[in-house]
């Protein structure tokens, strides 16, 4: 008779840099997976969270940069630390990412060219690119080794020392990063949807730039591989964060 492993009930923490800028995808998959979850949204004026109250946590983008000398920054930039100091599986996502990086010892700088929307300046998709050390990674298991992204970023992560480069972009290398065992950060939007592209091409300045009907038919044109992709990223994190409860737990 086959041996059942009982999975002990986990809880995730969306936490929001921007109003404008939701969780999308990312809400959809911890229903799949029958994870609760609770959001908060910092540029409302929500506090953060204490952190262990959580088995993973998800910190999305904004408009703000991660180097900012601000209340608000700074008290994230702590929290992340703490985060990574107490071993919680962390996803960051753009700024989250770019906060991720810089509180595990690595700096900023201004992108080579600031990706933003679907294409690059000669009409190519964005894509990242494993690295070998993204194709042995768990995040990345079942992932194509090369993965379309939307992007909406003016600053990269300059990794040092103890951050490991999983994928990488032809404009901006630094792309998809990992530090310790359970945080990582993806500078790409996997979690965007076809809603969420229209608001944000409505009401995002970068974007404005673009033209918007081009922008919301070239998304929609890919978005069924580009959510796949996204799922296959979201799921591994899961199931990592929840081998790591499992193992806290003495399961």
Request: aromatic share 6%; with cysteine; hydrophobic share 45%.
């Amino acid at each position: 008779m086959p041996i059942r492993i009982l999975l002990i009930p986990v809880r995730a923490i969306i936490i929001k840099n921007a109003i404008r800028e939701g969780a999308g995808l990312i809400e959809n998959v911890l229903t799949d997976e029958g994870i609760a979850w609770d959001a908060i949204d910092l540029d409302a004026g929500d506090p953060f969270p204490a952190p262990e109250k959580y088995d993973m946590i998800f910190l999305l983008g904004g408009p703000d940069s991660a180097t900012d000398d601000t209340a608000k920054m700074q008290w994230e930039r702590e929290a992340v630390a703490g985060i990574l100091r107490e071993e919680i599986p962390f996803f960051g996502i753009c700024l989250g990412m770019q906060v991720l990086g810089l509180t595990a010892g690595g700096s900023l700088a201004k992108s080579p060219y600031p990706e933003i929307g679907v294409r690059d300046p000669v009409g190519r998709l964005f894509c990242i690119t494993l690295t070998t050390e993204g194709g042995t990674d768990p995040l990345c298991a079942g992932l194509p080794a090369s993965v379309p992204v939307f992007q909406l970023h003016g600053e990269t992560v300059v990794p040092a020392r103890g951050i490991t480069v999983l994928a990488t972009g032809d404009l901006c290398r630094v792309q998809l990063i990992k530090t310790g065992t359970y945080a990582y950060g993806i500078q790409g939007h996997l979690e965007a949807t076809h809603d969420m592209i229209i608001r944000w091409a409505d009401e995002d300045p970068d974007l404005a730039t673009l033209d918007r009907d081009r922008l919301i038919a070239d998304f929609a044109q890919y978005e069924g591989e580009y959510a796949k992709n996204a799922r296959i990223i979201l799921k591994n994190f899961i199931a990592i964060a929840r081998e790591r409860a499992q193992r806290a737990h003495g399961r």
